[in-house]
């Protein structure tokens, strides 16, 4: 490029006419075309400088280009790895969620299975404690203490009343207040059978108990009507066989 336009200087300069009046000698036209031609390639210089310039701009517009472009690429690959970052936190935090809770579940499997376990010991020995009570009051009462029966008795209806044992419970207070020859309070006692559980097995027994008292007070009318009121509402128990036998005319009463 330089070398065309310094040519094209040199080439101009050369055509120019020269005046007619003016001779010069060798030397001087030749220093007059050198310095003619460093003005040439001076300007030639300063010609492709201005061009270079030119070519840098260009060359860091196509940079500059370059730069954006990459940049919008990783702002682009940011976004993709903010979505894929995202993606990751939620499935690890719908993993701990999950695994919580299948623990929670698991946990409150664990507490119902010991909660039975207890329920079920808890109940195994409830029957057990009142099964002592129980034969421990009656023992008093076969060994002729028939004072500490009842009250042992009575205890064990307090502590347990709803328990299946009550009834029989209350019908044995009602023999050892017979065997005490405290035939009204036997009376009481056996009534209280057959008001609280009258389906038991222990209320024909209690209404026999009834008839033997009133027998021993005299009262033989009503024990008649017991033992007839036990036949007719018990028939199948073996206190309702005992009281036909003792309805029957001349059997002991």
């Known amino acids: ?39 040439v390639e001076a300007a030639a210089k300063l010609v492709d400088e201005r061009l270079a310039r030119v070519e840098d701009r260009r060359a860091l517009v196509d940079l500059a280009s370059q730069i954006d472009a990459l940049r919008a690429d990783l ?14 936190d939620n499935a690890d935090k719908r993993g ?35 099964t002592k009570a129980y034969e421990a009051a009656l023992n008093q009462f076969k060994l002729g203490n028939y004072a500490l029966a ?11 009343p709803s328990s299946k044992l009550a009834p029989s419970a209350q019908y044995w207070i009602g023999n050892a207040h017979f065997a005490q020859r405290d ?17 038991d097995a222990k209320a024909p027994d209690a209404m026999l108990n009834i008839a033997s008292a009133q027998d021993a007070m005299g009262d033989r009318r009503g024990a008649h009507r017991t033992l007839e009121g036990l036949v007719a509402k018990y028939p199948q128990s073996p206190a309702a066989a005992s009281a036909k036998q003792r309805l029957t005319p001349g059997a002991k009463k």
Not at 150 to 160: E, K
Request: aromatic residues 6%; proline residues 3%; hydrophobic residues 50%.
């Open 75 to 88: 702002a682009r690959m940011r976004g993709q790895l903010e979505v894929l970052q995202n993606q990751a």
């Open 150 to 160: 009842i009250s042992a008795f009575q205890g064990f209806l307090v502590t347990y």
């Open 183 to 199: 035939y009204k309070q036997a009376v009481a006692a056996q009534q209280k059978v057959l008001a609280a559980w009258p389906d």
């Open 96 to 130: 701990k969620d999950l695994y919580v809770d299948i623990d929670t579940r698991l946990r409150k499997l664990e507490q119902a299975k010991e909660s039975a376990a207890a329920d079920k010991g808890s109940a195994e020995a409830l029957p057990a404690a009142e």
């Open 1 to 39: 490029m330089m070398h065309r336009v310094a040519a094209a200087l040199l080439a101009a300069a050369c055509a120019l006419p020269l005046p007619a009046r003016a001779l010069f000698e060798d030397d001087t036209a030749r220093a007059r075309i050198e310095a003619l031609r460093k003005q």
